[in-house]
């Protein structure tokens, strides 16, 4: 089993911007993570949550939901990176941002069946983040991220 706030601890201390926009997490099941930011540190000038940190907790939380899927599966040796996004800023965020990044079964079978067969490639994976606000999206993201064994 995940231990999800050890997880977010050293997330953490690899990446100070987590703390600067107090992302937190709150569940990581079946290929699922939901984490939360408060309004406060991420707002822009129209009192509304600024769209880079937007894009930033949307990019983080497709590498997160993925580190988190292959430690699940008990693969604890991939570098995962963004190759190609696109954010959607359906409506302005007021308060509190919920996010949910999650990531299809087939696409992650796949995923995982190529690199427990020891694919030396670079491998594809899509993943898609919403980010709401009072259960209203307000923005969307389609991540595709590349995932190799180290």
């Keep these: 089993m995940i231990d999800i706030k050890r997880f977010e601890s050293d997330c953490r201390l690899d990446i ?21 930011a408060p309004l406060a540190p991420n707002i822009n000038n129209k009192g509304t949550a600024f769209g880079g940190s937007i894009a930033s907790i949307c990019l983080f939380g497709g590498w997160a939901v993925a580190t988190l899927a292959f430690i699940d ?12 996004n696109e954010m959607t800023f ?23 069946a190529r690199l427990k ?15 709401f606000h009072d259960d209203e999206r307000c923005a ?11």
């Design 16 to 36: 100070p911007l987590l703390d600067a926009m107090q992302l937190s997490f709150v569940t990581y099941e079946h290929l699922s993570l939901t984490m939360e």
């Design 73 to 84: 599966h008990d693969i604890h040796n991939t570098e995962i990176v963004v190759f190609r």
């Design 90 to 112: 359906e409506r302005p965020a007021r308060g509190l941002l919920s996010v949910n990044a999650h990531i299809k079964p087939d696409d992650f079978e796949a995923c995982l």
């Design 117 to 131: 067969a020891g694919d030396p490639s670079r491998i594809r994976l899509d993943i898609h983040v919403d980010l």
């Design 140 to 150: 969307t993201m389609k991540g595709l991220y590349v995932v190799w064994l180290k």
